[in-house]
């Protein structure tokens, strides 16, 4: 690896600047493209703005030498675009001026006594039409006019190709200068002394992986799935001898999944919560197929390894193999668009639902470690419905149990590998741990565990009343302890009971069953508001009624866990709340989670 500072008049010096074929599309924005142009156009600081990763590819003979673009696509097209903004901008007098120098920056000719240029980056599948469009100038003015440039700040979308928006942002950006302005910019751009970007040279021995993790340049950065898509892309060419058939293969199996619109792109371009990490949805797909053909181990391996065990994997593929192998990427890409479900704040859930149901539990617990186990499902029982269901239902009971009982989750990725390679174990695990051990463990359970729990007890009540006429619900309820976790203020009074209803005088006692009984399920429910955080640790009479203003709990008592189980108690008289309601209201929460898991 070589790294020389360098201006832009590098750009004369290459023939054929070559992005490869199946990298990403252009993706800078219009802020991109105002903070390039406040740097280039600021003369009182010395701009710099990053890094180029190319490799050169060997020349054949009489050929025109050929550089590779690794990394920094975004930066180079958007300058090669403003190269020709500025050119646009000038009179016709200044443009026959500098037509030859822009020509060496942006043509090239095979040979030198040649009459016909052609265009000196060579763009990927995505963008190179629009590129191509702009360079050779065959935009109308009517064309130019209806681009809408997107304004992220406004809102404003747009349909149009990135690539013409930054055309259009900087033919209107230019016309707000002089001339004399963009004239000197151009001038700056062009000269050698400008050292505006660093040139790094790659060999073939060099990781490019390794390198953009340790290189912080600006901009937005290839990413892991980008440099699989290319080693898997590169690969086919390789091995196919015709082009189209391997564009073909490329616009049936990859982008007709990936980026065939605007939904699409969003949609694998979402990230989700992996635990401490946030990662898209393209990355999790790539990252469970590696798990289930079992050349990624998450026990030996890391997320930045996946790009290199990719390329050993796509290398070790032949003709064959290769084309089933992309089949295979995009038929799971399906199964995981269809089935890993996210939800948002207006997602409505039904006890009915077992996906659903599944995947909310998985959601708000955080737990990712399995995707590639259930991906495999999807996969293997995907003509038998009946099967894969009871397989789900199973799993589903798996976790609940393990999430209840706070049973180790470091071991989750063996399990997960375990259950990949035969699912017949699981029922084996579910096992592992019994019903008294549930019921125990409700009696010592987190915060964001006992919601997602109230929760589908809730819906599953309401799904087996047939006097209810309201069967979906939000997940939009607050968590409340009845028995408050600052207790002592106003809650000292109260008798304490131990498990065996025994009043309990010993104070050291007392306050130590009293601080863990706060945290049993049942002493929690769910209110469709927040109390306000002063009445929350107020006595029971006035917590359930509210004090002037503020509601209290009988105001916020929609659900049946919390009217059935509290409010009509309390009606009826019952105005103490103490261990013993607890515990009674434990037990009986614990029956219908072992009936439902």
Known sequence: MQAEAMSLTFLGKESVIKIPFFQRGYVWDKTNWEDLLADLYDQTKNTFLGSLILKQLGKPTGKSNVVLVIDGQQRLTTLCIL????????????????????????????????????????????????????????????????????????????????????YKYFIEALKSKTEEENKELFNRLSNNDNKIIVIIDLSDKDDEQNIFDTINSAGVRLSGADIIKNSLFQRALDLIEKQEDVVKLYNNYWESIFSYDEYARTFWDTLRSTGRLMRDNIEILLHSIAVILNFFDPDKH???????????????????????????????????????????????????????????????????????????????????D????????????????????????????????????????????????????????????????????????????????????????????????????????YWSSVTVYDGNMQEIKDFDKAKIIRNKVIYSIGNMTLLNSALNVSLRNYPFVKKMKGEGKMKGIKNYSDLKITKDDIVISYEQGNTTWDERNIYKRTKELGREIISIW
């Open 83 to 166: 190269l020709k903004a500025l050119y646009e901008s000038f009179s016709d007098e200044l443009k026959i001026n500098c037509k030859s120098l822009l020509e060496t920056y942006l043509f090239y000719k095979e040979q030198a006594t040649d009459k016909d240029h052609h265009i000196k980056i060579n763009h990927s599948q995505l963008d190179s039409s629009k590129y191509e469009k702009i360079i050779n100038d065959k935009i109308t003015k009517d064309e130019l006019d209806k681009i809408v440039v997107a304004d992220n700040t406004n809102k404003i979308s747009s349909s149009d190709s990135k690539i013409l928006q930054c």
């Open 386 to 489: 009946d099967t894969l269901n009871n397989k789900l239902l199973l799993f589903e009971k798996f976790i609940v149990r393990r999430i209840i009982t706070k049973k180790e989750t470091k071991n989750y990725n063996k399990i997960c590998k375990e259950f990949i390679k035969d699912d017949s174990i699981l029922n084996a695990k579910v096992l592992e741990i019994e019903d008294e051990t549930i019921l125990s463990s409700l009696e010592n359970i987190t915060n964001k565990n006992a919601k997602v729990i109230l929760f589908w007890i809730e819906l599953y009540r309401r799904y087996n009343d047939k006097n209810e006429n309201i069967k979906e619900l939000k997940y939009n309820y607050q968590l409340e302890h009845l028995m408050p976790q600052k207790w002592e203020e």
């Open 302 to 384: 890391t997320l930045s390894d996946l790009p290199k065990l990719y390329k050993n994997y796509i290398n070790s593929l032949d003709i064959n193999t290769i084309v089933d192998f992309i089949k295979l990427i995009a038929e799971y890409a399906e199964l995981y668009r269809e089935n890993i479900l996210s939800f948002d704040e207006s997602s409505i859930f039904a006890f009915e639902n077992n996906y659903q149901r599944l995947f909310h539990i998985l959601d708000k617990c955080e737990i990712t470690t399995f995707h590639p186990y259930l991906l495999s499902l999807f996969y293997k029982y995907k003509k038998n």
